[in-house]
């Protein structure tokens, strides 16, 4: 009976020396059969594992292994710089990519050139048409007779005179009056209408009748008219006396003129209707 308290090392001890004598007649050791007995054992065990050996070790029995699904041949190891230069070949883009790009960037670069050209004569126009529109405003010329900026600008200028003067005949004799009037000092004790003054009661005939010119004119017109108007008086018949003023000046006096006339007209009329 096995006994669980004893030391396993003597029980293996003494076990070990029964296992190496106890063997049975059926199967006696293997250094104990004889030589055809052991050949022939080998013989069958090597007939079964030699196609084992044969497809897993197909160099230790001399035959070439079939080749498989799974069967890979690698490559031998290539140097340092053969393997840079193969990286390199598979990251460079193909060339035939490349050349497809080069022609996709050359054809939108003609594109945005072609905008950029495009845009720049348009503003060009556009602005060429702006200055065209503002001289043809400020100059009173209409599409019929725009063939006059073609002439040189003395021609031009007395083309001008010659419409101006046609257009204030009618205030001719105040125009020369204008042009006589002679400034007298300004003195506070004695009662004398100062240059500002006198210059008012001379331009306002005149402005009377520019007024009524403008209002016979199409409106888009009557802006250029005024100024062509002004620039002439200012140019022809302003006193040779006074510093030399400009068209803007000459329309500030005799719109005033007339404005303060009309306030001084209207409140005596009032007045009579009022009493009567």
């Known amino acids: 009976m096995y006994d669980a308290s004893a030391p396993l090392e ?11 004598h106890h063997w049975d007649d059926d199967h006696p050791p293997i250094h104990s059969l004889p030589a055809h007995a052991l050949s022939s054992s080998m013989e069958c065990l090597s007939s079964l594992t030699d196609p084992v050996r044969a497809y897993f070790f197909p160099t230790a029995s001399g035959k070439p292994r079939s080749k498989s699904a799974s069967h890979v041949e690698r490559s031998p190891l290539c140097s340092t ?3 840079r230069e193969s990286i390199e070949l598979l990251q460079a883009p193909p060339p035939s990519a490349q050349a497809n790009g080069e022609t996709k960037r050359a054809s939108l670069r003609a594109v945005r050139e072609k905008r950029q050209t495009a845009y720049l004569l348009a503003s060009q126009a556009k602005r060429e048409g702006q200055h065209r529109h503002q001289l043809e405003l400020f100059r009173g010329l209409s599409g019929r007779d725009g063939e006059r900026s073609q002439l040189p600008r003395r021609e031009k200028r007395q083309i001008n005179d010659a419409e101006m003067e046609k257009l204030l005949a009618p205030v001719q004799s105040k125009l020369n009056r204008l042009r006589t009037t002679t ?14 003054q006198v210059l008012k009661d001379r331009l306002l005939p005149v402005g009377k009748h520019v007024l009524a010119l403008l209002q016979r004119e199409r409106e888009e017109r009557r802006g250029a008219l005024e100024i062509e108007i002004c620039k002439h008086i200012a140019d022809t018949y302003w006193p040779s006396e006074v510093v030399e003023v400009s068209h803007l000046r000459v329309m500030e006096i005799y719109r005033n003129a007339v404005f303060y006339e009309e306030m001084e007209v209207e409140p005596c009329f009032g007045e009579e209707v009022k009493g009567g």
């Open 10 to 20: 003597e029980d293996t001890d003494d076990e070990m020396p029964l296992l190496e």
């Open 81 to 83: 710089k053969t393997c």
């Open 183 to 196: 400034i007298p000092p300004y003195n506070s004790r004695i009662n004398v209408k100062y240059g500002a």
